[in-house]
C-alpha cells in the first residue's frame, strides 16, 4: 500500500464549478500535511498547508480528518489557470532525525472554457 | 532571488557514461535532497542531506550517489546510467531543525532535469 495515496484523475470541469479532490495517508504518526501544485512539466510549488481546524485560502479550502487519516482539497469557482496536478504531500517522522516528506503521485486537473 | 538552480535541464546519454546533475540553493537551507518522478509514481526521494557532509539514502538510491561539500551545492551523480534512470528528476531544498520532531518548513523545488538514457 502506498504511504500517501490519491485519485489520479483527470478531473474535468467548466469554468465556474466546483471540485474537491481526496487524498489518504497510511502513518498516523504524520503531523504535517500540504497541497502542492504542480504544473504540467515544472516543478511543484506549495498551494497551501492543511491544519486540523481545516483552512481557506481565497477559493481554496483545505480539510483534515486525523480519525481516518483523510485530506481534502476543495477548488471554487475553478478557473482555466488552475490546470495542473494537485500533490498531496505528508510528512514521515523518522525517529530521530524529524520528518521527509511523502508525496502522492497527484490529481490532474483541467478546467475547460 | 530565492531559487534552487539545476542542471543541465536536459540531458541525452548513453548507458553507462557517468553523469552529474548540479543543484544548488541560496537560502542557506541545511536540508537537500533529490527526487525524481516518473508517471503514475510519483516523486520518490532518492537521497537526502541534514547538512554538509552528512547525506543519507532516501527511498530509490539504487545507481546514484550525492556528496555535500558546501552547504549550497547538493550534486547528483550516476556513475554508470541505465535505461531504467531515464526520469524527471527535481532538486530540492528546505530549513532544517536541530533535531527531533520539529514543524515543517516549506520546500523549494528546482526546475527539473529531464533525463533520457539510451
Known amino acids: 500500500r502506498k504511504e500517501v495515496e490519491q485519485d489520479p484523475g483527470p478531473f474535468n470541469v467548466p469554468e465556474g464549478a466546483t471540485v474537491a479532490f481526496n487524498c489518504t495517508y497510511s502513518?498516523?504518526?504524520?503531523?504535517?500535511f500540504f497541497w502542492y501544485r504542480q504544473d504540467c512539466r515544472k516543478e511543484p510549488k506549495l498551494l497551501m498547508s492543511?491544519?486540523?481546524s481545516g483552512n481557506e485560502d481565497g477559493r481554496f479550502t483545505a480539510q483534515l480528518n486525523r480519525a481516518s487519516q483523510y485530506i481534502s482539497l476543495l477548488i471554487r469557482d475553478s478557473k482555466l489557470s488552475d490546470s495542473a496536478t494537485y500533490l498531496c504531500v505528508v510528512n514521515s517522522p523518522f525517529q530521530e532525525y524529524g520528518n521527509k516528506l511523502v508525496f502522492g503521485a497527484g490529481t490532474i486537473l483541467r478546467v475547460k472554457s | 532571488e530565492a531559487q534552487v538552480t539545476q542542471n543541465p535541464r536536459y540531458l541525452i546519454t548513453v548507458t553507462g557514461k557517468k553523469l552529474t546533475v548540479t543543484c544548488s540553493q541560496n537560502m542557506n537551507h541545511e536540508y537537500m535532497s533529490w527526487y525524481r518522478q516518473d508517471p503514475g509514481l510519483g516523486l520518490r526521494q532518492i537521497y537526502y542531506?541534514?547538512?554538509?557532509?552528512?547525506?543519507d539514502k532516501g527511498d530509490v538510491p539504487e545507481g546514484y550517489k550525492v556528496s555535500r561539500k558546501e552547504k549550497r551545492n547538493f550534486p547528483l551523480i550516476l556513475e554508470s546510467p541505465s535505461p531504467n534512470q531515464t526520469s524527471l528528476y527535481f532538486c530540492?531544498?528546505?530549513?532544517?531543525?536541530?533535531?527531533?520532531?520539529?514543524?515543517?518548513?516549506?520546500?523549494?523545488f528546482g526546475p527539473g532535469t529531464r533525463l533520457t538514457v539510451l
Open positions: 530540492a531544498s528546505r530549513n532544517s531543525f536541530a533535531g527531533g520532531r520539529s514543524s515543517y518548513n516549506e520546500q523549494f
Open positions: 542531506s541534514m547538512n554538509v557532509e552528512v547525506t
Open positions: 492543511v491544519y486540523s
Open positions: 502513518n498516523s504518526a504524520s503531523q504535517s
